[in-house]
């Protein structure tokens, strides 16, 4: 199970911060990600990091958004800054994981984060 939070409304210009975390028993959790669907568009990839730690990020957020992971807790974070209006969207997270009740490696999928950058 993932759990996701802290979307909000912020201003443009503003910073925010969401997490997802998993829950329940893993044999291994491997890359993580952050996608996001805006209103009228395709999910599309925003952000992944790999369990070792590299990190790549969609053209339109390089150098204002950080993906980040905490492996102790099981967790992705994503730090946007100097928010614009188009990073309006739901904001998914995407964990490749091994979990102990299942014989496949799979993609899992949190339920999303809503994200208003608004005046």
């Known amino acids: 199970q993932l759990q996701a939070s802290g979307g909000g409304l912020v201003q443009p210009g503003g910073s925010l911060r969401i997490s997802c975390a998993a829950f329940?028993?893993?044999?291994?959790?491997?890359?993580m990600g952050w996608y996001r669907q805006g209103p009228g568009k395709q999910r599309e990839l925003v952000a992944g990091?790999?369990?070792?730690?590299?990190?790549n990020y969609a053209d339109s957020v390089k150098g204002r958004f950080t993906i980040s992971r905490d492996n102790a807790k099981n967790t992705v974070y994503l730090q946007m800054n100097s928010l614009k209006p188009e990073d309006t969207a739901v904001y998914y997270c995407?964990?490749?994981?091994?979990?102990?009740?299942?014989?496949?490696?799979?993609?899992?999928w949190g339920k999303g984060t809503l994200v208003t950058v608004s005046s």
């Open positions: 990091i790999t369990s070792g730690g590299s990190t």
């Open positions: 995407n964990l490749n994981m091994h979990v102990t009740t299942s014989p496949f490696v799979m993609d899992y």
């Open positions: 329940g028993s893993f044999f291994s959790i491997n890359a």
